[in-house]
């Protein structure tokens, strides 16, 4: 090969690593309600608006993915019989979501507030959790990953926000699935 013929060949595309798996961790019911803010009345904790995409590893934005999310209140336990806490939103046609929750307490065994979520589009359910980083504890806990650490901010309302993309792999031709759902993906 030539000087020139490398320099003419097209450059790989660059592929996003899909967002690692996690342990599904406790209390993850379903049934949950759609909606766009986990709070409501009587909800102690510091509020934290919770936004992103969902892409596939070429970038592509997933629109309609589900995005699951389940966590502990202000002092660390969990809601067993209702919905606290506990809900989902659908992405847009930019494969965007946002989500109003509160920050989780930490609780034993762990050592990291963190927030379950379940991602599936045309995909396999991705589960997983995020971890903020304004936590000193996320680095003793023995699931938290770099990769799925949220970087917190103070929003101009005196909130929280924080970001976060979803990269899953979507379905393929060596998978079962009818020819809708392999034309389903982007």
Partial sequence: MTASDT????????QLQPTPSQIEGPYFRLGAPRRESLI???TRGEVLMLSGRVLNPEGKPIPNAVV???MSDDEGNYDM?????????????EGRYHMEMIEP?????????HIHV???????????????SDDEGRLRDRWFLPEL???????AN?????TFDFVIAQVTEKDNVTKASLDGRV
């Avoid at 320099?7 to 660059?14: C, G, W």
């Avoid at 019989?81 to 046609?93: F, K, R």
């Fill in 7 to 14: 320099t003419s060949a097209a450059p790989a595309a660059q």
């Fill in 40 to 42: 409501e009345p009587g």
């Fill in 68 to 70: 699951n999310f389940w």
């Fill in 81 to 93: 019989i209702g919905y606290d806490l506990h809900g989902y939103t659908v992405t847009d046609a």
């Fill in 105 to 113: 307490a930490c609780y034993e065994p762990r050592q990291a507030k």
């Fill in 118 to 132: 379940k991602v599936q589009g045309d995909s396999r359910p991705l589960t997983t959790q995020l971890f903020l």
């Fill in 149 to 155: 650490e949220v970087k917190i901010e103070d929003a």
């Fill in 158 to 162: 005196g909130h929280k926000q924080g």
